[in-house]
């Protein structure tokens, strides 16, 4: 009675992984991923990118003992600085983009005339390579350095003599930044971990407050309304409310090596407008750049690159986006406007080369389809529904495989064996499956001669052990061997199927045991490195 049921419609498919689920474009990965990403070869590592703050806002770059500008309309190199007698560390615009800072490893901090390319002053007093130099945003007569000494020095740039000499930090400082409201306030961060904001106007050489970011700080900006900081350093990006009294507010954690640098940017109107939209760029060693909504707490885009990054720049117009990496590359990124889309047609032709165009022949006359004409009878076929339409489709027809049909005549047996034969372990298993639920599988076994039982052991030794099929062919292996033992032993062929299946078995169980010793050893040492890495982090 039970080979009276209705066939199956479908073909048996063997189980598959699921794949994980790509992520949905949103319109802030489309902005970002609008930038034309362009190579600038041919330099050396990369450590510091600098944009002009007026327009055309063209940007500046560090690399080995030159300081190069480039356009950033079309991000070809300019002009060149090359009077340095060591690699340029870091380079900062004045406010009116007419003069720019440089320093160097020597411990030299160089300005120069932009148009002109003169160094105008030499100022030299740090004893240790310089890492940090900026103009301060809302002042064009001092500047601000930081150095390997663990000095912070604010610069009288007329006299060429440093005004303050703060202390306060104890090992190397990286980066710093000023701050957007207030001229006399700006902030240095150092590989002691901590952060510190400086006030010139208070006398006594000591910092105003400070905050402990954790790790070695690599780069530390201002947020735009003052209150805020940003500070990168290894693997993490922390916001910190100044008003607050050095508040954390969020730490971002993804990256998985040293963030290197990090930059704030407004996301562009197609208009050429900035919005209020503000983002923080990050990159780092693992060669991902991460642009972060701070206001929504989260990271909206994030883009790969073939290189440890080093530094970012995002310009002022929202325009263009640079990053340099470990092995002198720039990666260059230029996001067209409004008005250079205007010139291009809805197919992407220029107006220009609209002149040229030779229209088609446009054929006024429409033709009638007559009974008579076979095309009367297919008109509309390829018209799309619209909505509210009920559309009648014709089913597909399934092509089924030869176990397929075999099961759905109910012949199990053959349907075992074709697949056997077939040799695709995902098959084999999605037919043994299937008649573990008709309750077949072991009556098959009990049916195969022993030519077609010795094609079920060269099977089940070669695929046995393999953990995603070993717990459905482990326990049928039992019973082929508790149901057949008299066919076993009296066949010398099939003797060796089962020495041979006998022989990786015990070869994965002794694998498994040494995993389980190994897993015995360091069981005890992960529960005992989360306390010494907080000891270690608490001096």
């Known amino acids: 009675m039970e080979e009276q049921r209705t066939t199956k419609s479908f073909p048996v498919k063997p189980k598959v992984k699921t794949k994980p689920r790509t992520p949905k474009e949103t319109p802030e990965s489309k902005y970002w991923s609008s930038f034309k990403t362009q190579q600038i070869p041919k330099l050396i590592s990369v450590p510091s990118l600098t944009f002009s703050p007026t327009p055309p806002h063209s940007f500046a770059v560090a690399h080995s003992a030159s300081l190069s500008f480039f356009s950033s309309q079309t991000l070809t190199p300019t002009s060149t600085i090359s009077s340095f007698s060591d690699v340029v560390s870091c380079a900062s615009f004045r406010s009116d983009a007419r003069l720019i800072a440089a320093s160097d490893l020597s411990g030299l901090v160089q300005v120069f005339d932009v148009k002109t390319r003169t160094a105008l002053r030499r100022l030299r007093s740090h004893t240790r390579p310089v890492r940090f130099v900026q103009f301060p945003l809302l002042d064009k007569l001092h500047l601000i350095s930081g150095s390997d000494d663990a000095l912070v020095?604010?610069?009288?740039?007329?006299?060429?003599?440093?005004?303050?000499?703060?202390?306060?930090?104890?090992?190397?400082?990286?980066?710093?930044?000023?701050?957007?409201?207030?001229?006399?306030?700006?902030?240095?961060?150092?590989?002691?971990?901590?952060?510190?904001?400086?006030?010139?106007?208070?006398?006594?050489?000591?910092?105003t407050m400070e905050?402990?970011?954790?790790?070695?700080?690599?780069?530390v900006v201002f947020l735009p309304s003052g209150g805020m900081v940003a500070t990168a350093g290894g693997s993490s990006v922390k916001l910190w409310d100044l008003i607050g009294g050095g508040k954390l507010l969020f730490s971002m954690e993804s990256h998985n090596k040293t963030v290197t640098s990090i930059c704030v940017g407004r996301i562009g109107k197609d208009s050429g407008e900035e919005s209020n939209q503000i983002r923080i760029l990050s990159v780092g060693l693992d060669g991902y750049m991460k642009v972060f909504d701070y206001a929504s707490m989260k990271v909206t885009h994030s883009m790969r690159f073939p290189a440890p990054l080093l530094s970012v720049g995002y310009s002022p117009d929202c325009s263009t986006r640079v990053i340099g990496t470990s092995n002198g590359i720039i990666y260059a990124g230029k996001r067209k406007t409004k008005k250079e889309n205007e010139n291009e047609n809805e197919n992407g032709v220029s107006e220009s080369s609209l002149f040229w165009r030779i229209r088609p022949v446009e054929h006024t006359e429409r033709q009638v389809l007559r009974p008579s004409h076979f095309r009367y009878f297919q008109r509309g076929q390829r018209e799309k529904p619209s909505e509210g339409d009920y559309l009648v489709m014709r089913p597909k027809k399934v092509k089924l495989a030869e176990h397929d049909k075999l099961l759905n005549k109910f012949r199990h047996g053959e349907a075992l064996v074709s697949v056997l034969e077939s040799k695709n372990p995902g098959n084999v298993l999605a037919v043994m499956e299937e008649l573990v639920a008709r309750k077949k599988l072991l009556r098959c076994v009990l049916d195969l001669d022993l030519e077609k039982l010795e094609l079920l052991l060269v099977f089940l030794h070669k695929y046995c052990t393999i953990p995603r099929y070993s717990s459905l062919l482990m326990g049928l292996t039992k019973k082929v061997l508790e149901m057949r033992a008299d066919d076993i032993r009296a066949s010398e062929a099939l003797k060796n199927h089962i020495r041979n299946l006998k022989r990786s078995v015990e070869e994965e169980i002794q694998v498994q045991q040494s995993l389980q010793a190994i897993q015995g050893i360091i069981s005890p040492l992960l529960k005992i490195a989360p306390g010494e890495y907080v000891l270690a982090h608490s001096f």
């Not at 003599?161 to 961060?189: K, W």
């Not at 905050?211 to 780069?219: C, I, L």
Request: with cysteine.
């Open 211 to 219: 905050v402990n970011h954790g790790s070695p700080v690599e780069d």
């Open 153 to 207: 020095k604010y610069w009288d740039v007329a006299e060429e003599t440093p005004i303050l000499e703060l202390q306060g930090h104890r090992d190397y400082v990286r980066c710093g930044d000023s701050s957007p409201v207030n001229a006399d306030m700006f902030v240095t961060g150092s590989y002691d971990h901590v952060v510190k904001l400086w006030d010139v106007r208070v006398r006594d050489s000591k910092s």
